[in-house]
């Protein structure tokens, strides 16, 4: 009879469905905007439930992609970004179409999302705003899920050109 193996998975499933149910998308404010208001930045991955043992069962691990984190550098195509040099940040690809795109232009900490573009998993967008103001668009295309290139254009009218990965 299988009997006990059925209840250890039962007791698997019924530990897992927690860590699965309670994750989310952490939001926290890290800086005041020019009107005052709070400026949020989304946590660059969401925490991950530590492995479980059951008694006398297996180690229950969540499942799922992984959210990989990778180094964007902006090079200057105009004169304008020419005065602020090679631009570094990262973008953390959640795996899910969507990502977190951050870096630094003149002191001030840009944060935004990508997005792949719908019917075209190789394209997508990205915006980022700053609690100054500043803001940039993005266009990129992927050539792996880790490696791509692009535009942007900042809202002073500067110009880059954009690299994702290594």
Known sequence: MKFPSLISK??????ALPA?????????PVSTGPDSSPYYV????????????????PVITPAGPAAAELPVKLYPIN????????LTGQV??????????????????LVGEATRVAND??????????PRG????????MSTPQVGAGTCTFSNGGQYQVHIGS
């Open 10 to 15: 039962r007791l698997a499933v019924a530990l």
């Open 20 to 28: 699965f149910t309670l994750s989310g998308c952490y939001v926290m």
């Open 42 to 57: 989304y946590s660059p991955v969401p925490p991950v439930p530590a492995p479980r043992t059951v008694p006398g069962g």
């Open 79 to 86: 004169d304008l970004a020419n005065q602020t040099g090679v």
């Open 92 to 109: 953390t690809n959640t795996m899910t179409g969507k990502g977190r795109f951050t870096f630094h232009y003149q002191g001030e900490l």
């Open 121 to 130: 998993e190789r394209r997508g967008v990205a915006s980022a705003y700053g």
């Open 134 to 141: 500043t803001f940039a668009r993005c266009e990129y295309q």
